[in-house]
């Protein structure tokens, strides 16, 4: 069926998470900034996750979301956010736990797409099982 999930953890809600922010935009590098243009300062836990106690982080295993989500990303996943038609999501299947984007048809008809065309796209029908899990926020990935 494609991607799967990898691993699911929860972030260290006590943990800051601070780096720089420099304030200005870099339109193709990243030339070491002066330490005068640093504006202030980010919290990555902050600044990604709307709601601490539903946010979970998943580790992303096969190619079926490529090239948008890679194998290995790591996923900011908000349980609590609304979804709709053309979001990204954790989906369970029966006991299975897998990343596909939603999509919801005139008729009500619910699918899981890849982006990867070597996936068939997967129909939810009564008795499946199905649940969406939460909803991907972002998705990190080494370059």
């Known amino acids: 069926m494609g991607d799967s999930v990898a691993g699911i953890y929860l972030p ?3 943990a800051k998470l601070a780096r720089p922010l ?4 870099v339109p193709a590098g990243f030339p ?3 330490q005068d243009e640093i504006e202030g300062r980010i919290d990555l836990n902050r600044d990604l996750i709307k709601h601490p106690l539903a946010t979970f982080y998943v580790r992303v ?10 194998a290995g990303a ?3 996943v908000d349980r609590m956010a ?9 989906a369970r ?8 984007r939603l999509c919801i048809e ?3 008809s619910v699918w899981l797409l890849s982006e990867n065309p070597a996936y068939a796209p997967v129909q939810v029908t009564e008795g499946l099982g199905f649940e969406v899990w939460g909803k991907v926020m972002y998705s990190i990935h080494r370059h």
Do not use: N
Request: net charge negative; glycine share 10%.
């Open 12 to 14: 260290r809600r006590a």
């Open 22 to 25: 420099v304030a200005w935009r």
């Open 32 to 34: 070491s900034p002066a």
């Open 61 to 70: 295993e096969g190619d079926s979301m490529e090239p948008r989500i890679h």
């Open 74 to 76: 790591l996923l900011v």
């Open 82 to 90: 609304e979804t709709k038609d053309g979001d990204v999501v954790i």
């Open 93 to 100: 299947v029966g006991s299975e736990f897998m990343v596909k």
């Open 106 to 108: 005139a008729d009500g």
